[in-house]
């Protein structure tokens, strides 16, 4: 019993340490994959993250771009824009209009350090 | 694995032999990365430009046009170094969505997440948005990212 009971702690403390734990997150988004979208629209883009994404920032570059987003979160000019959606747990629209449109987000998921990007179309 | 079992077994001390070598190692890296990102930084940038000129094939212009990208991308921020190994981060993670096989993400992977995970959470919302816009432009200059019309 002593034996499992110290193999269990050196198992938990091994655990513990903060490159395992990554390496750990690494390996299952590896396999899963994080389900978070960033998607094309019409007129729009559209993000979907799983559960809660924080510090969520997407950043546009084109070409006549005009932001129609009633909530005025789009900062910048007809070239590159900026939209700050804070903390986003649900499919949030970016309502623009633009050509040769490309976007990134950054975001972290709630409870984790780490920024995490997309970029339109990617998954 | 049972070979294993016993071979512990035999020699108990081993397992906390081996255990203390494991707590070692994970120390290591963590505080190893924490000590000097920015030489952690120019690894990455050097796996990221021998990698991908061996995964984008044989084309001599976009074996140069892409590691030069990256590689001054990672550089230009590397000043601060929590600001370079988010960059780091940010281009792993474009890099493995467009590379079959992924074999340079994976090789990358292994060495940033710590950097990431450490450095990343000093990242200002002024910060993160300078840095974004400058890994977006350097993706976009070097056709790693799609365009739509909307």
């Known amino acids: 019993v002593t034996r499992l009971l110290s193999r269990l702690l050196s198992l938990f403390m091994l655990a513990s340490c903060i490159p395992v734990q990554d390496a750990a997150t690494g390996a299952v988004n590896s396999q899963v994959g994080d389900e978070a979208v960033l998607g094309a629209g019409t007129a729009s883009l559209l993000f979907a993250p799983t559960g809660r994404a924080t510090d969520v920032l997407v950043d546009i570059l084109g070409a006549q771009l005009t932001s129609l987003d009633p909530k005025d979160n789009c900062i910048g000019t007809d070239t590159h824009l900026q939209c700050l959606l804070g903390d986003v747990s649900e499919l949030t629209v970016i309502e623009l209009t633009g050509v040769d449109v490309s976007a990134v987000v950054t975001y972290r998921r709630a409870g984790e350090l780490r920024l995490e990007a997309l970029t339109v179309g990617q998954r | ?150």
Do not use: C
Request: net charge neutral; aromatic share 8%; glycine share 8%.
């Open chain 2, 1 to 150: 694995m049972q070979s294993l079992g016993n071979w512990f077994q035999r020699r108990p001390q081993r397992a906390f032999y081996a255990f203390r070598l494991l707590l070692y190692v994970s120390f290591a890296i963590y505080y190893g990365t924490a000590i000097d990102p920015d030489a952690l930084l120019e690894i990455a940038a050097g796996l990221f430009g021998v990698a991908l000129t061996d995964a984008l094939g044989t084309g001599a212009a976009e074996k140069q046009t892409v590691p030069v990208v990256t590689h001054d991308a990672l550089l230009e921020m590397s000043t601060a170094g929590e600001t370079g190994a988010f960059v780091a981060e940010l281009l792993r993670a474009q890099v493995s969505n467009f590379l079959p096989g992924a074999t340079l993400a994976k090789a990358v992977a292994a060495v940033l997440p710590s950097v990431g995970l450490l450095l990343s959470q000093s990242l200002t919302p002024e910060r993160q948005r300078e840095v974004t816009a400058k890994v977006h432009e350097a993706l976009r200059g070097a056709n790693l990212i799609r365009r739509v019309d909307l």
